[in-house]
């Protein structure tokens, strides 16, 4: 069983519509949480970062992380055919001993 | 401000070839680190400098790959010879000191191998 898993998508939303991205975990040591954002032939772009539980908003986009369930979300409200890219969820201890990331989910927002 | 600089962007090879990627991290970043990351998959760690000092190269391929970062600024990583299996794409990482969930990507360097 991996560490991280996110499911590969793709995941497929008309543009304007509420996208949830989604990671579950199995190391309870996880302390700091990112979403990354990769287009094609891009390196990952970092969109943010939480530390323990709670929510962060960042503009049109939202990071949840629920640690007793070992569960945490990126949310996307009004979304644009410029979201489409594959988002990567990555975590890390309080040691930052290593970055694991997930295998990343593909969105594609149509216009 | 410029963010992290790879080269070269693309690169095909015959397997047992050497081949060599460079990275330039951002400036002031002390800490480096070099991905592999396959199709469909999240980057993995090759190894993570803090200075000179390579702090963490558990992940990388002793036998056929090996890394430098001279005077703490810029870094190469070589593979030699190179195999098929290493078709991939090498990402080189920044980030302050102690702030390892602050990394900043470069665009990545697609290595072919024939």
């Known amino acids: 069983q991996k560490e991280v898993e996110q499911d590969p998508g793709p995941l497929s939303v008309p543009e304007g519509a509420i996208v949830s991205l989604n990671c579950t975990y199995s190391n309870s040591a996880f302390q700091y949480f990112m979403w990354y954002r990769q287009y094609s032939r891009k390196g990952p772009e970092l969109l943010m970062y939480t530390y323990s539980s709670g929510n962060k908003e960042d503009g049109r986009f939202t990071a949840q992380v629920d640690k007793s369930s070992k569960y945490i979300s990126l949310f996307i409200r009004d979304s644009q055919p410029s979201d489409s890219a594959t988002y990567l969820c990555?975590?890390?201890?309080?040691?930052?001993?290593?970055?694991?990331f997930g295998t990343g989910t593909r969105l594609l927002v149509s216009p | 401000e410029a963010g992290v600089v790879q080269s070269p962007r693309y690169k095909i090879i015959e397997k047992k070839q050497p081949v060599a990627f460079w990275c330039n991290p951002i400036s002031g970043h002390n800490t480096l680190y070099w991905y592999l990351q396959n199709l469909g998959q999240g980057p993995e760690l090759l190894i993570r400098?803090?200075?000179?000092?390579?702090?963490?190269d558990s992940q990388l391929p002793k036998d056929r790959f090996s890394a430098e970062r001279l005077k703490g600024v810029d870094s190469t990583l070589k593979i030699q010879p190179a195999e098929l299996g290493d078709s991939a794409v090498y990402l080189c990482?920044?980030?302050?000191?102690?702030?390892?969930?602050?990394?900043?990507f470069g665009p990545g360097t697609r290595l072919t191998v024939t």
């Open positions: 400098y803090e200075n000179e000092e390579a702090v963490d």
């Open positions: 990482a920044s980030s302050v000191s102690g702030s390892s969930y602050e990394q900043y």
């Open positions: 990555a975590m890390t201890d309080t040691g930052f001993q290593k970055l694991v």
